[in-house]
């Protein structure tokens, strides 16, 4: 008995491979795939300016990182004893001027590195709504909590999104020529924009999203929000809020993303690198026993043994766990 819909999700002509140097932009959705990159020993780098969810600001961000964009201290601003940047989420906010700006151009350099060489540049959008500030027009990635009448809040059209997202794309494409880029739409709700309103962007999200994939042969598209919103349809794959997909949600979308975009010979090592993550985040009740010790003999030989067959892989921490 079929219970839900199935969706067709062809494989990428191009899959992502373990020798693939992989960033990923945009919504809090972005993390959990990243998340799960990192833990089966992927090279990524996730959100060098934080969460991010609408495309002027991914944009911006990413057009930063091409530049080698560094940040003055003109470009912050105080609010709620903090130093901020319109630009960045609140996780680079401190009470020094300095260490803000210290933060934000370590990451806009490891950034600036990292896309000259990426393989793979994963973008999920959340959002078609931007905020701008009233007194200059800037659109801003985060309201820092500020009072909601420094804001106009303005729903972009599909075109607007297109064209941002376009010169972003040209300038990503005369750096690195060969660089994939994968679109997803995130299947988070913003529900504080009402039901109505929330659709309304991410239909303007997936529109142009697909003008883009249209136009440009290295670009393509993972349908996440649809796994969630058309297959899975039901409130208890999510969080108690009804907004956030839940653990089963995102493990699902998971799945479904490393069977159409992964090579199938990375598959193997990606169980193997699994057993051993797992094996490492093993918390003993009694690690001076002699069971224990063992134990993590066992996995010490075990990931040396990875390691020879696969010495790209980063495996530090856990050499240095089981020794």
Not at 284 to 301: I, Q, S
């Amino acid at each position: 008995m079929q219970l839900t819909l199935t969706i067709d999700i062809p494989a990428l002509p191009k899959p992502v491979t373990y020798s693939d140097s992989i960033l990923l932009i945009g919504s809090c959705f972005t993390e959990h795939i990243s998340e799960r990159l990192a833990k089966h020993k992927f090279k990524v780098l996730s959100n060098p300016h934080g969460i991010l969810f609408n495309p002027l600001s991914v944009a911006n961000s990413l057009g930063s990182y091409i530049e080698n964009r560094l940040y003055t201290e003109d470009g912050l601003f105080y609010l709620n004893e903090l130093w901020n940047s319109w630009d960045h989420h609140t996780r680079f906010s401190n009470i020094e001027a300095a260490e803000t700006l210290k933060q934000i151009n370590h990451s806009q350099q490891e950034a600036a590195t990292f896309i000259k060489k990426a393989s793979w540049v994963i973008i999920t959008l959340g959002s078609a709504f931007q905020y701008h500030l009233v007194e200059n027009g800037k659109p801003v990635a985060n309201n820092h909590r500020a009072p909601a009448k420094w804001f106009e809040k303005k729903l972009l059209r599909a075109e607007e999104i297109v064209n941002a997202l376009q010169n972003t794309l040209k300038k990503l494409y005369a750096i690195n020529p060969s660089a994939q880029v994968l679109f997803t739409i995130s299947p988070v709700r913003h529900i504080r924009d009402g039901v109505v309103d929330n659709n309304r962007s991410k239909a303007r999200l997936i529109e142009a999203v697909h003008a883009l994939c249209a136009t440009y042969q290295n670009a393509h598209y993972f349908p996440a929000y649809e796994l969630v919103i058309d297959v899975l349809r039901d409130y208890r794959f999510y969080d108690i809020d009804f907004v956030h997909p839940n653990y089963l949600a995102t493990q699902f979308v998971w799945e479904q993303f490393a069977g159409s975009c992964i090579e199938p010979a990375a598959k193997i090592i990606m169980q193997q690198v699994l057993e051993i993550v797992t094996a490492r985040s093993h918390r003993p009740r009694f690690p001076g026993t002699e069971a224990h010790r063992k134990f993590k003999e066992e996995y010490l030989t075990k990931t040396k043994q990875l390691l020879k067959q696969h010495p790209y892989l980063d495996m530090s921490e856990e050499l240095r766990y089981f020794a």
